[in-house]
């Protein structure tokens, strides 16, 4: 049986509680009902971003950590660390924070403290523009300091991924970035002789071009011709003979006749004990042989 149009006007309508409420209520109560909600809306939005943000910021915070110990892990298999430079106190010399001093290994710039060589000013300048006050990589090769106990170190500006590859070696050693520049040198002292094919292979480089000591031609270089260095700086020095092996000694390169001994003496050719000193080490000059920490004999 159908209902009558009578019957569905008199049927009551469902109000919702919203309608409810707001029965009764004037246009100004209602307005600010409404901007209420709006408002309760909002903040809740801003409470929901405000924990996105901190998620993401503790997930960053996470992976940065995560990233540290990694490079942490990697510099210690790779026998690399970490240090800041406080103070520079020549082209090839700096001092830590902690107080101890490095010396750069395989390199040599020209002088500019004891005496005044030729760049030697700019070496050292160039050394404090991308060194003091950075943090940096220290890596050792053999040795572990020089008679002055200055630390003997490979300084590196980035940490690698591969300490022996060569663009690395190029871009991130600080050793390396001071030969390519012309700021130093090739001098390798065995057994500390880990790059130093590398460093003659960038001393000819910087040489062939020009580039900074090496535009003033001999009087900018601290040792003397290249060509000799070359031969010098992969020699391997042998261990001091006992009387049970033979007497020989190694023979120098051409023009390197300056003898090193195991006191830290060193003794040009003419000199009393030349003849009976067995070298360690030979030197070009006894400015080498001075900057490798060697004094000249008392008498």
């Given at each position: 049986m159908g209902v009558s149009s009578t019957e569905q006007a008199s049927t009551p309508v469902k109000e919702?509680?919203?309608?409810?409420?707001?029965?009764?209520?004037?246009?100004?109560?209602?307005?600010?009902?409404?901007?209420?909600?709006?408002?309760?809306?909002?903040?809740?939005?801003?409470?929901?971003?405000?924990?996105?943000?901190?998620?993401?910021?503790?997930?960053e915070q996470e992976a940065l950590k995560k990233a540290e110990e990694q490079k942490l892990a990697a510099a210690e298999e790779m026998g690399l660390v970490a240090a800041t430079i406080s103070r520079?106190?020549?082209?090839?010399?700096?001092?830590?924070?902690?107080?101890s001093k490095v010396r750069l290994i395989g390199v040599n710039t020209p002088e500019s403290t004891t005496r005044t060589e030729e760049y030697g000013k700019e070496a050292s300048d160039y050394t404090k523009s991308k060194l003091e006050g950075k943090e940096v990589w220290l890596q050792k090769d053999v040795s572990e300091a020089d008679r002055?106990?200055?630390?003997?170190?490979?300084?590196?500006?980035?940490?690698?991924?591969?300490?022996?590859?060569?663009?690395?070696?190029k871009t991130k050693m600080f050793n390396a970035d001071l030969v390519l520049n012309g700021y130093a040198?090739?001098?390798?002292?065995?057994?500390?002789?880990?790059?130093?094919?590398?460093?003659?292979?960038?001393?000819?480089?910087?040489?062939?071009q020009g580039t900074g000591l090496w535009a003033y031609g001999e009087s900018g270089t601290t040792k003397g011709d290249l060509d000799q260095k070359?031969?010098?700086?992969?020699?391997?020095?042998?261990?001091?003979?006992?009387?049970?092996t033979t007497t020989t000694e190694s023979k120098p390169a051409p023009a390197c006749d300056i003898k090193g001994n195991q006191s830290g003496i060193y003794h040009v050719p003419g000199s009393t004990y030349y003849d009976r000193t067995k070298a360690e080490v030979w030197f070009c000059s006894v400015e080498e042989a001075e900057a490798a920490g060697y004094r000249a004999p008392k008498r």
């Open positions: 919702t509680s919203e309608e409810v409420e707001s029965a009764g209520l004037t246009e100004e109560e209602k307005l600010a009902q409404e901007e209420e909600a709006i408002a309760q809306k909002e903040a809740e939005e801003k409470a929901k971003l405000e924990e996105q943000k901190k998620a993401e910021e503790k997930a520079v106190v020549d082209g090839d010399t700096v001092e830590l924070s902690d107080g002055y106990n200055r630390l003997l170190r490979i300084i590196w500006m980035e940490l690698p991924s591969n300490v022996m590859d060569e663009n690395e070696i040198e090739p001098s390798t002292y065995p057994p500390d002789v880990k790059y130093s094919e590398q460093f003659v292979k960038f001393a000819r480089e910087a040489r062939n070359e031969v010098a700086a992969t020699k391997t020095v042998e261990p001091p003979k006992t009387q049970e």
